[in-house]
């Protein structure tokens, strides 16, 4: 069909010479479920292969018209005696007789032993002592008398030493030696003890907290009553039944209200809606296709 504003055809436009057939333009309608698998074994004559043939006995299981058999009017040959003359030929090639060794192989005759080997006994694996120097027996031990018997405690004569003599032990006998001790040191002292007539000074400065200042009395801290009743309301609480009963305010008065503000009406140039300049705009662009067609 023709384009309105140009005079090329569709089929110009796309770049083909003529339009596609249709094929099936006219024919019936055939379900699929109906339509056989193969259609052309249906019609015309057909090659009859005539069945399978089972193997038999009979020349019918067969290609060929007649059995032809493999070996025909050849004679009996022995394995033995095919084998036997292989064997004679072979031995027309050995130059000189078999080759046997002067001995059979030797056995050992148990673990250790050399008889059979090559090399023979080995002397640093030999079993035979060494010679050595005769053994001459230590000196007897130091013998002592065997120990004593006990176990040291109300024993007397078990340690090595000899027996502590016995000493007496006063029952005041540190105290008799300190007082001996005072006075022999306070015999030795010479005069009354060393003293100054200095008055002593502290290490440290004075004090500069330090208030000769009698201090104020103590506060006390006042003691709260402690309120033994539970806080009671004079009535109970008031429900909200629909008629603002249980507020502290009254109902608030009604006031008539618009339901729906209305919007002002805008007035002067400055105040114009805001209206975006439309994009750009489409225009006709040639295919890839028309550009080669053209070339």
Do not use: W
């Amino acid at each position: 069909m023709p384009v309105e504003g140009g005079g090329k055809t569709d089929m110009e436009r796309i770049g083909l010479f003529s339009e596609m057939e249709y094929i099936t333009v006219g024919d019936k309608y055939v379900s699929p479920f109906n339509r056989p698998f193969n259609e052309a074994a249906s019609k015309n004559k057909q090659m009859l292969p005539g069945g399978a043939k089972e193997m038999s006995d009979l020349q019918a299981g067969y290609f060929d018209p007649h059995f032809v058999r493999i070996f025909e009017g050849e004679g009996y040959v022995s394995l033995n005696q095919v084998r036997r003359r292989d064997m004679m030929q072979a031995a027309k090639k050995n130059l000189s007789k078999a080759f046997l060794p002067s001995s059979g192989d030797k056995k050992p005759c148990g673990l250790g032993s050399y008889y059979g080997t090559i090399g023979g006994p080995v002397p640093f694996f030999s079993a035979q002592s060494r010679p050595r120097e005769k053994y001459e027996a230590p000196g007897k031990n130091l013998y002592t008398s065997p120990g004593k018997k006990g176990t040291g405690y109300g024993y007397p004569n078990i340690t090595i030493g000899k027996q502590f003599s016995h000493a007496a032990d006063f029952y005041d006998a540190p105290k008799q030696n300190y007082k001996k001790a005072n006075e022999e040191h306070h015999r030795l002292l010479k005069g009354a003890p060393f003293k100054l007539n200095l008055h002593p000074r502290d290490y440290f400065d004075a004090n500069p907290y330090f208030s000769e200042e009698p201090l104020p009395p103590i506060k006390r801290e006042e003691k709260k009553e402690a309120i033994s009743n539970t806080f009671k309301p004079s009535s109970p609480g008031k429900k909200p039944g629909g008629m603002k009963a249980g507020t502290f305010d009254p109902y608030p008065s009604h006031s008539a209200d618009p339901y729906v503000t209305k919007l002002e009406k805008i007035s002067g140039k400055d105040n114009k809606i805001f209206h975006p300049p439309s994009g750009p705009k489409s225009r006709p662009v040639e295919s890839i296709m028309t550009l080669n067609v053209r070339r």
